[in-house]
């Protein structure tokens, strides 16, 4: 194909030829060319089916407010649907493809919807695919998915990188054309931090599509000429290609910046980086969008926005037709025929709705005045208008304009208002705007170059005086005049076939109508009765038309009927863009513990327990299955010695004057009894009675200790105890810090991790039974003066220790245990092994410490003193926290020991039906216990405690298994503790 | 039993990355000790890191060097301050050099092997953190000499101003290898 | 949002971790005859209110300060931002 629609001029480069295809077929453009004027430039009316009726359409808009003509972007896994040709800028080796339709572009098998179309109207598939109910999921919503639609998605994963950012400024100005450029100018000059956006691939807006000049010049030559200084600005950040799509709390907006969308090939870099910028006052030019009148079969290729023809024909040197034909109800709409005059090419007529004077002169054009265009012809592409006049006419494009809307989508993302300006037939911004924001040009209804320019270099002085600062002198560059007079003109009555409102989504006055008469006549249900102003283009051109003729049906005026809110995104964001980096396996952070290289040496499985990888077992040979690791890891331990990565444990060191009496308050147990060098287990509740978290707490020495929390509990115990400190007892003298990170802490457990250590720990330390006695604790030098702190805790139920060393020798630390322990054949384990243990000697776990036990249920309700007020002490002895027959956690074993438990049962009474009402209780934890050889559960059972021996059912009706158990000791391995204390 | 060894190492084991536009490199000797002051405490804490340190105390987010140039206060929240300082394994216990000049006036933790340092510097280096910093990092809003505490990537990181183009970034020990990845990331969508 | 934090300026409330109504730093005498009933009103009994509101605010992410912010619940306007803690000892916090 040849550009046969190529015409002079224009800001396109001639010298850069770039050779793409659409629907296969190779085409030619130019660099500076969007999809959309190459497609014109090359003849190409039809490029998609609509989404409703599959009737054919061709570009309508040359921008972002594009509801026709989107495309299939690329290929293979890089494709991306719904592009609005408009805005898709064109780069050599592009490839699109019309969507939409099944069998070629122009012979449609689905558009045999349009023909249907009286049974198609608003609320169709709301009122016929009620029933039969079975059918809507298998049957009528994927056919209505496959039919009514836009693109697809490739399928495969995303190729492309995505970054985000953080930026900050004291003035965002929000669009780059004559008022936008003006401010940024005003406000770079005078110094202030400036970030300009305009999500247009060059500055200048309207400038670059109008014959205005400004300062004696062509405007695109004066927005090139401003853009090139503010470019020299050091204080001025210029984005291009960026879209500023929503304006949020105190000053925050989101932005999309599309990095490589215009190169065949983004060489690795970030496709696209969503940004949030913090500014001080923003200024929003963001213009308007030109809206459409609705007429019969006003939705045909060739028919499109007055002003967009003025950008096709003035900015990218193509032409939409041979024989143009424009219909204005505003004198706008006039500039486009003088400027199709001006670059040589027919214009037919003129036809405008007002019954006024002609307000310009275009020679050998018929100008009609008081006059509609009722109907037109040509399926896939328009050759004939018929005018309310009686007269037809022989047209290739007609180009619409029912006057400018202002882009005020921004200004009411904090749920503003617009105001209707009856003067100007449009909505403006109203007066709750977002913090710190200002609107000037015709995003504000300044309708003029003239007053645009002005209202940028005002907007900024007025917000660098907010700032604090004088602007520089910046003079008010000055316009070509013209006039913006306009008269408000929604839909040709005499129309007798459908009328397009919302071309995006198939919307007509009919079906506004229609919406009025069964009821759904407020704007809101009015879009989501016929969907108008939904989708992609979220009604930038419908909206306001379809409310209008909503008005016109109630009887109400236009600021009665109201708009809809708007919300962000402005234009779409792809999903991509909003995960950013966040994918795979940077979706988020990883902890690694300090044996994880180790770990790995040792072909460790691993499991994320929040953000940290744990060795979860560590195979060795011939082991095929976890449970053959983890129960040779659990015997082993017993029998002899094994070793545990416990770093992940939450430590806070705690010092102060008042360190031992805040534990007492934080810990529903006491701790200023404990001795110094001295460890406890200490139980912290919820001011709810409910308890929140456990773990063991070191006196090292008058005003220190060390608390260790669970490893999901370690931010949030922290939290908790920062809050206690400043806003509970503010005067106490206590000082909290983390030390999670600086400690490498191990788990050494078994009868022989004395024996173990003692091969470790520098001699001049005494380790034995009777200098360090069970819960001692002290700080020691291992391998010859490498510092640690030593803690004869247990969590196995054996004889343990637990040595922390700094973190810098966690490595070295891990490797000189399996060494000082080779003797006894220890075992690394993981933490299926210690899960393992920790339920055969009856400690509670997460699964137990689960938001809804109290100190009563786990046994521990001695330890709640009733001496000291410490949180949660008074509201742990309310009524409903204790029961008569409160839930004990105690032990489960199985009648039947070949048969297997499991946790989250819940118990009845034997053989009884598994009913809520014969609820007693569920089992929180189980394992199979290598040492009793079979499957044992800690559960919470009424009255447990009591029912020692009682055979109960354990009923898991998801799994359709019910399990008699018996009721017994949670402590299954040495009940009396022997082995702790040898 | 002496035949044990035992290597100090350096958290990402001394990782360096030089370019010309941003440069990346492991802080492997820095020994980095909290201080809390007691309530009631400022008068005391602040005269006895002065005699010791020829030190004052800087206020939250500000940034005091010592006398000698080599220990360097960063005010990180009420009541409490890191202490940056040149320090090596051999040189034994980080905790030692401060606590023993401070005595009772203050109260002291080492946090040495908590934190995986990084000098990023460069030309580039604010373009790049742009990516991943909510803070402002402008010279006439974070100038040399301030500290900010932050998040990243959802990691917390302490971020010190070290010179017009030069800033040292802390963040946990254990989640280096996704902090490094961050920055270097960072790097990588603005250079390639 | 935006948090303007009494002593680090402006910082993004993604840095901070939001707990409740302010009045949560009013915690009852333990020792008092009517515990129970003041503990009960003191951790359930909340005001919703659809305008200014005192709450918690926790620097997580930064200072580790506690804050007391009045926000409007219903534009997100803050118009005040103290420290907990002085808000605490100047309420008599104990201890």
């Known amino acids: ?982 | ?192 | 949002m935006i948090i303007n934090h009494p002593l680090l300026g402006p910082r993004d409330a993604a840095e901070f971790v939001y707990l409740g109504d302010a009045s949560l730093i009013n915690r009852p005498d333990a020792s008092s005859d009517d515990a129970a009933q003041a503990f009960y009103e003191y951790l359930y009994l909340r005001d919703n209110p659809a305008g200014e509101h005192k709450e918690l605010w926790y620097h997580e992410q930064g200072d580790r300060s506690w804050l007391v912010v009045t926000r409007n619940t219903l534009t997100h306007e803050i118009s005040k931002v103290e420290i907990a803690r002085d808000v605490a000892r100047a309420a008599g916090g104990s201890a």
Request: glycine letters at 10%; a negative charge.
């Open chain 1, 1 to 982: 194909m040849s550009q046969t629609n190529r015409i002079d001029g224009g800001l396109v480069n001639r010298n850069q030829s770039y050779s793409f295809k659409f629907n296969n077929e190779t085409m030619h453009g130019y660099g500076g060319d969007t999809l959309a004027s190459a497609l014109i430039a090359n003849g190409v009316k039809l490029v998609g089916r609509s989404f409703k009726y599959h009737r054919p359409r061709g570009i309508m808009s040359a921008g972002a407010e594009e509801a026709n003509a989107m495309v299939q972007l690329r290929t293979g896994a890089y494709t991306e649907p719904n592009t609005r040709a408009t805005v898709a800028e064109l780069f050599d080796g592009l490839e699109a493809k019309s969507q939409n339709h099944r069998g070629p572009l122009g012979f449609d098998v689905m558009a045999a919807n349009d023909f249907l179309s009286p049974f198609l109207s608003a609320g169709f598939y709301y009122k016929t695919f009620m029933w039969p109910k079975a059918l809507w999921e298998k049957f009528y919503e994927p056919v209505i998915r496959a039919s009514a639609g836009l693109g697809s998605l490739s399928g495969e994963n995303d190729p492309d990188q995505y970054d985000k950012g953080f930026l900050h400024c004291d003035l965002l100005i929000i669009g780059a054309g004559p008022s936008g450029l003006a401010a940024a100018l005003t406000a770079g000059r005078a110094g202030a931090r400036v970030i300009l956006a305009d999500e247009d691939f060059i500055m200048g807006g309207r400038l670059n599509s109008e014959t205005h000049t400004v300062d004696n010049m062509p405007g695109s030559t004066w927005a090139e000429t401003a853009t090139a200084e503010l470019y020299q600005m050091e204080n001025v950040r210029m984005m291009t290609r960026t879209t500023v799509y929503g304006a949020y709390d105190h000053g925050i907006f989101g932005a999309l910046e599309r990095c490589t969308d215009h190169l065949f090939d983004g060489s690795g870099k970030p496709r696209q980086i969503l940004w949030r910028i913090y500014s001080k006052q923003s200024l929003l030019c963001a213009g308007s969008t030109e809206r459409s009148i609705a007429f019969g079969n006003n939705d045909r290729p060739g028919i499109m926005m007055a002003g967009a023809v003025r950008s096709y024909v003035n900015r990218y040197g193509v032409t939409p037709g041979k024989r143009v034909s424009v219909f204005t109800n505003n004198d706008d709409g006039w500039r486009t025929a003088i400027d199709l005059k001006a670059k040589g090419i027919d214009v037919t007529a003129v036809i405008d709705t007002r019954s006024i004077p002609a307000p310009y002169n275009v020679p050998n054009a018929a100008t009609i005045m008081g006059c509609r265009v009722i109907d037109t012809v040509g399926r896939k592409g328009i050759h004939t208008i018929m005018l309310s006049s009686g007269q037809t006419m022989k047209t290739d494009c007609l180009a619409v304009s029912g006057g400018w809307s202002p882009n005020v989508h921004l200004t009411c993302h904090q749920r503003g208002r617009p105001t209707w300006n009856e003067k100007q037939a449009c909505f403006v911004p109203g007066g709750d705007l977002p913090v710190g924001m200002s609107v000037a040009g015709a995003a504000n209804g300044d309708m003029t170059l003239q007053s645009a320019l002005t209202a940028g270099h005002n907007g900024a002085s007025s917000i660098l005086s907010s700032l604090g600062m004088s602007d520089a002198g910046s003079k008010i560059a000055s316009a070509s005049e013209e006039s913006a007079k306009v008269s408000a003109f929604w839909h040709v009555t005499e129309s007798k076939s459908r009328a397009w409102v919302d071309l995006q989504n198939d919307v007509t006055t009919k079906d506004i109508g229609q919406s009025f008469r069964e009821g759904f006549k407020s704007v809101e249900h009015l879009k989501r009765y016929t969907t108008l102003g939904m989708a992609t283009d979220q009604g930038k051109t419908a909206n306001v038309l379809g409310l209008a003729i909503m008005a016109e049906c109630s009887g109400k005026t236009i600021e009665q009927t109201g708009t809809t809110i708007f919300r962000p995104p402005y234009t779409p964001i792809p999903m991509g863009a909003l995960a950013g980096r966040a994918r795979g396996k940077d979706f988020r952070p990883f902890r690694l513990t300090p044996s994880h290289k180790f770990a790995e040496e040792k072909n460790a499985a691993f499991v994320e327990t929040g953000m940290w990888l744990r060795g979860q077992w560590y195979p060795i040979a011939g082991e095929t299955h976890w449970r053959e690791s983890c129960d040779r890891e659990v015997r082993a331990t017993r029998e002899s010695v094994g070793v545990c990565d416990v770093t992940t444990l939450g430590k806070i060191d705690i010092q102060g004057r008042d360190a031992a009496a805040f534990l007492d308050r934080v810990y529903a147990n006491t701790f200023g009894t404990l001795a110094v060098g001295k460890v406890r287990y200490g139980l912290m509740l919820r001011e709810d009675g409910i308890v929140m978290d456990d773990g063991t707490t070191a006196r090292m020495g008058e005003h220190h200790f060390v608390m260790t929390t669970t490893t999901a509990n370690a931010v949030s115990v922290f939290r908790h105890m920062e809050f206690c400190r400043q806003c509970l007892w503010p005067n106490m003298d206590v000082h909290l810090i983390s030390a999670t990170e600086q400690w490498a802490q191990y788990a050494v457990a078994g009868p022989n991790s004395r024996k173990t250590l003692q091969n470790l720990v520098d001699k001049e330390f005494d380790i034995s039974n009777e200098a360090f006695p069970f819960m001692a604790c002290g700080e020691v030098t291992v391998a010859g003066g490498i510092p640690a702190r030593l803690f004869r805790i247990s969590f196995s139920g054996e004889l343990a220790y637990e040595i922390a060393v700094p973190t810098r020798y966690g490595d070295s630390m891990i490797r000189a245990i399996m060494q000082a322990g080779e003797e006894y054949n220890i075992v690394p384990y993981g933490t299926e092994a210690l899960g393992v243990m920790r339920i055969e000697k009856g400690h509670a776990a997460g699964n137990e410490l689960c938001g809804t036990t109290t100190a009563a249920n786990l046994g521990l309700g001695m330890m709640v003193s009733k001496k000291k007020d410490c949180i949660g002490n008074v509201l742990s002895q309310r009524e409903g926290l204790n029961p008569e027959k409160p839930l004990q956690l105690v032990g489960f074993k199985p009648v039947d020991t070949s048969i297997s438990l499991s946790a989250g049962a819940h118990f009845v009474t034997k053989g009884a039906e598994a009913t809520m009402a014969n609820d007693q209780g569920w089992m929180t934890s189980v394992a199979y216990s290598p040492i009793l050889n079979h499957s044992i559960g800690l559960g919470l059972i009424e009255d447990g405690k009591n029912r020692m021996g009682e055979i109960v059912t354990a009923a898991n009706p998801l799994k359709q298994s019910s399990v008699d158990v018996e009721i017994v000791s949670a402590h299954f391995v040495d009940p009396d503790g022997d082995r702790l204390r040898v």
């Open chain 2, 1 to 192: 039993m002496s035949n044990f060894t035992f290597v100090s190492q350096p958290v990402l084991g001394g990782f360096k990355q030089e370019c010309k536009g941003v440069s990346i490199i492991e802080q492997t000797k820095l020994g980095i000790v909290s201080v809390a002051c007691p309530n009631d405490g400022d008068a005391a804490l602040a005269a006895s890191i002065q005699k010791a340190f020829g030190c004052s105390l800087p206020k939250v987010s500000g940034v005091e060097v010592s006398d000698s140039g080599t220990m360097r206060w960063l005010g990180l929240q009420p009541q409490q301050w890191f202490v940056l300082f040149e320090h090596s394994a051999e040189q034994g216990a980080p905790l030692a050099t401060i606590k023993d000049e401070l005595g009772d006036t203050a109260y002291c933790t080492d946090q040495s092997d908590s934190w995986v340092s990084l000098a990023v510097s460069g030309p580039l280096a604010i373009t790049a953190l742009e990516r991943i910093c909510p803070i402002d990092l402008h010279l006439s809003v974070f100038p040399v000499g301030t500290v900010a505490r932050t998040t990243m990537e959802h990691l917390g990181v302490i971020i010190t101003r070290t010179g017009d183009e030069e800033f040292l970034m802390m963040s946990a020990t254990s989640s280096a290898d996704s902090f490094l990845h961050a920055i270097t990331l960072s790097v990588k969508n603005i250079t390639a």
